[in-house]
């Protein structure tokens, strides 16, 4: 941490804060500058929490040298995670597609999508069953009923299942049933949701917030790897800017970027990105191509028929022509992805 | 709502989109351009909830023309709205002022806070008692504790007391201790909590999210009121933008565009939106310029000893400052507001 | 400027750094801490240009600590700027209210527009004449007629006249007539046109650009400084985020930002960061209540029969109703602004 | 265009509002709903320029039907356009690959970074001469010389060149030079350069600005189109979000959209995108894969020597061996690149 002193700060003022800074146990480096005296802090900030720095006379600003995440971060793990789904591994050589409908609807839906994913190669099958929609009078999921419709489909085809939990009493109440969580988008900051959810201990896909920097996911993630949870997968599914012409705007530099700071695997979900299907391919091959881990795409049987985001769901012939695609260009990469299991 | 179809569109599609709007009990309206054809439709769009008519052969968009919310809206509730706690008035002709520390920190600094804000007129005396922090590693608040000590400064002010519920488990908890909940920016879109806290039929503070549209913000509020509970109070404080100087960028517009489109009552937050102490006077006087309800401030006796937020905060005598500017502006647009009480 | 190392960085990096920075006359002041080692550089850092530290071995990120601008910060003056044009100061205790239709359309529109702005108070008359408009469809202004009827509205009533000048062509043209330069949000990084504005030396308003951070704002004034012309008035006029309720979202912070980065003035265009008329008496009141030295408004004798951005424009009465209630809250404030002369 | 009136409009309102249109040639269509009664209008919306019909009295909104611009839209143009510059063709099966360094700094400079993006299969040469740059005090290119040098570097390689123009002045005094002009992100609505750069008939490189939507960046093209200039190439670059990982957001979706709503050639800048060289080589695989018609990438033979954007730059190595990726990627989408030429 560094402390920039205001050009009209005085030799007191410096020695004021050494001063606190020695007293708190931590090193002190002065610079100064021929219009600015700096202050190097040397130690665990641990030690400052709670003394405003920034208050003290004198000070102009604070400038944070480290990332506050330490769990997420590359300096606690430098080798790459591979998160294990009871045999299924996410983050490692092998590609991981999700795919499945926005909503559960019915046992003929899920077990049709089902059926059709697993013959293009997807691992995992997703369907929510508790939707969070922007208004509450739009359909908000088959609850309960729609979790045992998609255990029936994985006891029918193998597919691990992965569904959306948005609140704290469903993570004791399903932990048994869904393979992995998913925490959406309107929760990434919902603290005590992802408290319980490490403290489960269980796989979870945790989504980006559409305002949230990869920085405050890193440190969100951070809530739930805290509890000894270090089983998280990051998704990047799109941020709010300006652009309306899709639904949010891909960040796809997340991969990389992500990549960089965190060993964490990282997937991506074109379909609330892009909001139309007809740009589900583009941003799906995209993202393979910049080295996601793996996709969550929206897939089903009769998108006509679709109870919620119609527009965005894919057929299941175009998906298995998407992982035609991804398993060629996996290739590219060195990766694999199991086409046409 | 609107049908556009394409350009290339042809009679049969149109004739079958027709059917299918008249066949659930709609009005069908055609409308043929020199390159668009459009087709209103008419009636209850409840009707079409679960038909995805923008995936119908020829359709090119779907255009809504009403808004999606109800209860929230002006069309439902031309007049504005008086929340009604415990005999304080909000949205009155007379200015609600809350104020108070970030956090609840000891019994000495909540009382000290109480009194000094109470003295120069505030109605509210707000602290955070659980608080959502961006890292897992900062003051997460004295929970219960500070709750506590805030009834207690209660008792010996005569001030209503607000603070901010994060989950769904402390709603019934508090609900005989807190005067208003505080929905916080990060919930705003915790539909569990947003329906608990409706069912409450509590008075609400509902803040804005940091990247939530005022049309999404009106639609969280009615998840709200869709449970019976009408005395909902929104805040602004700030959207996520790409400027960095302040650490959110205050939407001051919000003020008379939440004016025209809703019957609710809209304070302002300038704490969380400038981020900054030297800031706060300024956006506090051109909110209630702008037409503002109220303000909610952070007011700490001791910001230098601040366990949360430091730099935000200002002083009680700063405050004082402020709320006589206020009680003078009131008086331009028509309002009141009791300077040193 | 500061540079931070990678944890993994060795002693030979540090030093073969220094011994860089010292060949060019740098001062260096190495800081080890427990997981970083930081290099604060000493002196001017024109010594630096074209050396890209970033990319020396073992250097992790570069922390600039001082803004790159230098004319335009308060450093170089801390006492605010006063801008004389032709005796009408902007920036000192009285308020400066430029207002007056969006395009110049004809003589009886801006003679009318004119004599009505005077009586209510304003001290410049605006009106384009060359219009950038987002469509090359669009009503493009009346160019040269547009400036010379501002002139003979100049000749009649006695108000300043402003207009946007979107060409280094137009500079020494319209250099004697119009008298006050205004370069628009779109210009805000069109450098040609800045530098040739810069060597005109005339007063010129300068709109920030809708994604333009203060501190790009503030080093593109300093484009015009460099060459002279420190007559330079900022203006705010809303920025691009993802709120379609207003057409831009006023950045009201940017008042007391401007203040405590800078000496220059800085007033207010709420018509086009709202977009709607109806909105414009509460921003404008906003922003002098934030302690704006003026406004520039869209004032049209009759909008109903406007060539462009009809809707965002207020009638005479409106526009006088609003100057009396700026009156008063310059008084709180203790400023001036002489409504109704 | 539709005209939805308020839920409190009486008929007279209606009446008088179809009069009007009529009067202007125009068709009009009422359609009475449960609460609202929209009015479609028919015919040329040209007659209604200068006719603020969102003004009249009852009238709630305007709800525009059609995209503004013609010439560089689908509905005028459906089958994709391929734009020849010398030859090359831009746009067809065959991807273009533009790259150089950022600026142009030497004879041994470009003439080294020429031969080796050459050899990898580069088309054109880039390297800025009028630089456009955030601080004034910061390198601004070589200008002339600089156009000089790239005209050297074209004779000895074949390659063709692009250079950014800033400058109404600069466009005929390079037209014989320059392959293909380049207008900045900074100038995308610059409409005096984008007209004059219209009337050149010249290639033209168009970049989106950091917050434009591609519904106004299509406008933009529309003005240099509308002067008869049709050789236009979009290039994604990123836009400016909340977002400070990376210098830009990359809009990868772009590139989906662009080509659903236009029949123009896009590349993408990974570059600018991400501001960091090792970024670069995943924005560009997911560019291509992406469906984008080429890339322009920096390269520099010493990125740690240049003089401008030192951190985006890759060395000829890396580009090497990026291209060669890019050439297997182009084949999956049946594309072509002949890397190493």
């Given at each position: 941490m560094i402390i920039v002193m205001k050009p009209e700060s005085v030799e007191s003022q410096i020695q004021e804060i050494s001063k606190k800074l020695q007293s708190l146990g931590l090193g002190v480096h002065i610079s100064?500058?021929?219009?600015?005296?700096?202050?190097?802090v040397i130690g665990d900030k641990k030690a400052l929490c709670g003394i405003p720095i920034e208050l003290m006379p004198g000070v102009?600003?604070?400038?944070?040298?480290?990332?506050?995440?330490?769990?997420?971060?590359?300096?606690?793990?430098?080798?790459?995670?591979?998160?294990d789904v009871n045999g299924v591994k996410i983050g490692g050589k092998e590609l991981t597609i999700m795919a499945g409908p926005c909503s559960v609807?019915?046992?003929?839906?899920?077990?049709?999508?089902?059926?059709?994913?697993?013959?293009?190669?997807?691992?995992?099958?997703?369907?929510?069953?508790?939707?969070?929609?922007?208004?509450?009078?739009?359909?908000?999921?088959?609850?309960?009923?729609?979790?045992?419709?998609?255990?029936?489909?994985?006891?029918?085809?193998?597919?691990?299942?992965?569904?959306?939990?948005t609140s704290e009493y469903l993570v004791e109440k399903f932990i048994d049933t869904i393979d992995m969580f998913q925490i959406g988008a309107r929760n990434v900051q919902n603290f005590q949701l992802l408290r319980e959810v490490g403290r489960s201990k269980k796989p979870v896909l945790f989504k980006r917030g559409p305002a949230t920097t990869m920085d405050e996911w890193l440190n969100a993630a951070e809530y739930i790897m805290n509890e000894g949870n270090y089983n998280v997968v990051l998704c990047e599914r799109g941020i709010r800017t300006f652009e309306t012409a899709t639904r949010n705007t891909l960040d796809i530099s997340a991969v990389p970027v992500i990549k960089?700071?965190?060993?964490?695997?990282?997937?991506?979900?074109?379909?609330?990105?892009?909001?139309?299907?007809?740009?589900?391919?583009?941003?799906?091959?995209?993202?393979?191509?910049?080295?996601?881990?793996?996709?969550?795409?929206?897939?089903?049987?009769?998108?006509?028929?679709?109870?919620?985001?119609?527009?965005?769901?894919?057929?299941?012939?175009?998906?298995d022509c998407l992982c035609k695609d991804i398993s060629k260009i996996a290739e590219i990469l060195g990766r694999e992805f199991q086409y046409g299991s």
């Open positions: 100064k500058g021929t219009q600015r005296t700096i202050i190097g102009e600003k604070i400038v944070p040298i480290m990332e506050s995440y330490k769990l997420a971060g590359k300096t606690f793990k430098p080798e790459p995670s591979i998160i609807e019915s046992r003929a839906q899920i077990m049709e999508a089902a059926l059709a994913i697993k013959k293009s190669g997807a691992q995992f099958l997703r369907g929510g069953a508790f939707k969070p929609r922007t208004s509450p009078y739009s359909f908000q999921g088959l609850e309960g009923e729609g979790i045992q419709l998609l255990k029936e489909a994985k006891e029918a085809t193998g597919l691990q299942i992965i569904s959306e939990i960089a700071l965190s060993h964490l695997p990282i997937i991506v979900d074109p379909s609330h990105a892009a909001g139309k299907a007809q740009y589900i391919a583009s941003l799906s091959r995209a993202s393979i191509a910049a080295g996601a881990d793996g996709l969550i795409i929206e897939v089903h049987p009769n998108p006509m028929q679709a109870l919620s985001d119609a527009a965005q769901q894919i057929t299941p012939p175009q998906f």
